[in-house]
């Protein structure tokens, strides 16, 4: 079974924020770990990013959204950890 996470472990933004609710499986159902801007039918969208990629685009997202350079950098430290990037460190 799927474990159900509250931030999508691909970019770690939160899953309650996603305007579609999560991203889509093989077979379309919900994904309960991804968000739909990372992952869609079953595959991520970005699938050669790397963590170091994955992380500067979020930073990038969350300056232009208002957040202090400082939070952005602590939010996106922790993305090296998510499921998505564990595996292959
Ligand atoms: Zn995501």
Redesign the pocket.
Known sequence: MEASYKN?Q??G?PLKRDEKGGGTNYDRSKSKM??S???ENGKFTTPNMTVEEMRTLVKEKLKESGFPGFLAGLFTRNIPKLERWKKNS
């Open positions: 999508c691909s970019c933004m991804y968000c801007k990372c992952y």
